[in-house]
């Protein structure tokens, strides 16, 4: 697929931040993802919401039509998810995420993933391991993102350079890009009655 270009990164470039709130393991209910429009890492601009299966197939499609519906498409510059798995082991394709959208898509995570526990805990879970599997590793390489606190990346439709950028110039509260934390908080405060501390 091919990368889009970022010429320029303004300042205020509009981002949706994806996260899902908590939830019970291996249970066989729906968990609640929120999405956040910022501009940059300073203002929020709207909310959305869908729903996924804990442990389910969905996310991907689930994600698609959250973000296709939305008015705010035409200023959405890039998707940002907190991470490449919501409700347990519901994988995101970010490659096709990227191409039904036709936006850049960034994983954020904190540390550095084990892919072989990873792996393991597919194989020994689900019966569609291999096909779950397969879509973790079309996600591709993991960057590291130096900063204050070194965070990692991947990357569908976007240089990996670029994306480090967008993360850096969103980051402006905590250790990980705003639209992640703002979408952690509300989630949390939407399914527990009160959001618990930062992301």
Known sequence: MENHNFRQIKSEIRILGIDDAPFTPRSDEDVLLVGTVFRGGQW???VLTTTVRVDGDDATWKIIEMVNGS?????????????????????????????????????????????????RALKHRFPDWKARWRIIERAGRI????????????????????????????????????PIRVAHIIASGVRLGESRGSA
Do not use: W
Not at 72 to 98: A, K, Y
Not at 144 to 166: H, L, N
């Open 143 to 178: 960057h590291r993102v130096e900063s204050e606190d070194p965070i990692y990346i991947q990357t569908s439709g976007i240089e990996p350079d670029d994306a480090a950028e967008i993360v850096r110039l969103s980051t402006t509260r905590s250790s990980i890009p705003e």
């Open 44 to 46: 929020l601009d709207g």
């Open 71 to 119: 008015r705010h498409l035409n200023q959405l510059r890039v998707i940002m998810l907190d991470g490449l798995t919501f409700g347990g082991f519901n994988v995101v394709d970010i490659v096709e995420l990227s191409e039904r959208t036709g936006l850049p898509v960034i994983v954020v995570v904190r540390k550095h993933p084990d892919m072989e526990r990873i792996r």
